[in-house]
């Protein structure tokens, strides 16, 4: 799912939920916190998750090491990931090929992320190549996956996996 501030994780949570049955589910969280608005944000992520029995795992790089993992994923979020591996890392491409692993190999996996695309300002070097490489993960994710959902304003747009999703939701 796409936007920002949106409900994407508290929809994302609810999904992987029905997705999961009786399997395990697993939340796993790649923000690294920097201020006090950071760590307010995953406070309420945490809040929101008390009662839903998922297994917690802080991963903030080299996302490939999940993919073994066997039940229910949420990975929040792919724009964090990118970030952590591309500005502390110097290695995007990890970023790209972990989730791709992840995403072949996990029956279901339920992937959140921004959309940053929207505005019409130029940027330096560094953050375009930051914005494009999270298109192209964006674009394999949606080739990979069997649904693309975007929030926007908490109106849900089905982009792929309609039929799917009126089964689960």
Same mark, same amino acid.
């Given at each position: @799912?796409?936007?920002?501030?949106?409900?994407?994780?508290?929809?994302?949570?609810?999904? /992987?939920?029905?997705?999961?049955? =009786?399997?395990?589910?697993?939340?796993?969280?790649?923000?690294?916190?920097?201020?006090?608005? =950071?760590?307010?944000?995953? %406070?309420?992520?945490?809040?929101?998750?008390?009662?839903?029995?998922?297994?917690?795992?802080?991963?903030?790089?080299?996302? /490939?090491?999940?993919?073994? $993992? %066997?039940?229910?994923? $949420?990975?929040?979020?792919?724009?964090?990931?990118?970030?952590? %591996?591309?500005?502390?890392?110097?290695?995007?491409?990890?970023?790209? =090929?972990?989730?791709?692993?992840?995403?072949?190999?996990?029956?279901?996996?339920?992937?959140?992320?921004?959309?940053?695309? @929207?505005?019409?300002? $130029?940027?330096?070097?560094?953050? !375009?190549?930051?914005?494009?490489? $999270?298109? !192209?993960?964006?674009?394999?994710?949606?080739?990979?996956?069997?649904?693309?959902?975007?929030?926007?304003?908490?109106?849900?747009?089905?982009?792929?996996?309609?039929?799917?999703? !009126? !089964?689960?939701?």
């Amino acid at each position: @799912s796409y936007g920002c501030k949106n409900g994407k994780t508290s929809f994302a949570q609810e999904l /992987a939920v029905k997705l999961s049955g =009786d399997c395990p589910r697993y939340y796993i969280a790649t923000m690294v916190p920097v201020d006090d608005e =950071d760590r307010k944000r995953i %406070e309420n992520h945490i809040r929101d998750r008390e009662g839903q029995v998922f297994i917690t795992k802080e991963i903030s790089e080299d996302i /490939a090491q999940v993919k073994d $993992l %066997e039940g229910t994923l $949420l990975i929040d979020s792919v724009t964090a990931l990118l970030a952590n %591996e591309m500005f502390s890392n110097r290695c995007p491409q990890r970023a790209f =090929d972990g989730l791709a692993e992840v995403a072949e190999n996990t029956e279901n996996a339920v992937f959140v992320s921004d959309f940053i695309f @929207s505005d019409a300002n $130029l940027y330096d070097n560094y953050t !375009e190549d930051y914005r494009r490489d $999270l298109a !192209e993960i964006g674009n394999m994710l949606a080739k990979e996956c069997d649904a693309v959902i975007e929030l926007c304003a908490t109106n849900r747009i089905i982009h792929k996996g309609g039929e799917k999703l !009126e !089964e689960i939701l």
